[in-house]
């Protein structure tokens, strides 16, 4: 594995388990078994550590969807949202990608990298969910049943951080309740 991904790859581990405010460049080197030194020649700076593992992120996915978006067929709405939840939302850095978006809102720096980034992952992801579903990622319906997915989705990955309950499967429950619900009130029909 080459440096560079390597410490992606580490800046990823570390902002998913220490967050954004404990984010250290030095702890990265260490995970990633390379000298400050290293980690100095590829990344001059903190941000831009955090906004290349953002890319490398952002980057994996487009390619794991992109295979997605390979099905012979068309899904339905609740095959997408288990793709969503699967594929994005169980990602063992989900949660370090929403510390580096919130991160960005408060740092100029790294909010113009970290917006360039979520622009093209965002239109990516929505046309292939449109392309899964049969439709058009400019209609209506399907930009509102990506939006509800996403935030739904989003919710049911944070709240193990936030929830009183111990069940160990609080998040499969929450997710089998909101396909439910996807099922009752999302049906698309083939776009022309």
Not at 29 to 48: D, Y
Not at 133 to 154: E, I, Y
């Amino acid at each position: 594995m080459e440096t560079r991904e390597k410490l992606c790859r580490a800046a990823l581990d570390a902002m998913n388990e220490v967050g954004y405010g404990r984010f250290a460049t030095e702890d990265v080197a260490e995970r990633a078994k390379v000298s400050r030194g290293a980690l100095t020649h590829q990344f001059s700076s903190r941000n831009q550590l955090i906004i290349a593992a953002y890319d490398y992120l952002m980057t994996s996915w487009e390619h794991g969807w992109g295979q997605i978006a390979r099905y012979p067929k068309r899904l339905e709405p609740v095959e997408v949202t288990d793709l969503l939840w699967n594929n994005l939302y169980r990602s063992p850095h989900y949660v370090a990608s929403l510390e580096i978006m919130l991160a960005a809102r408060n740092d100029d720096e790294l909010g113009k990298g970290i917006r360039a980034i979520m622009v093209r992952w965002s239109a990516h992801r929505d046309r292939l969910i449109a392309q899964l579903l049969g439709t058009s990622a400019s209609d209506k319906k399907t930009r509102q049943f990506v939006q509800m997915n996403l935030c739904v989705l989003r919710g049911i990955a944070l709240n193990p951080n936030f929830s009183s309950e111990t069940s160990s499967n609080v998040q499969g429950k929450l997710v089998e309740e909101w396909k439910r619900i996807v099922t009752s009130d999302f049906h698309f029909t083939t776009k022309p």
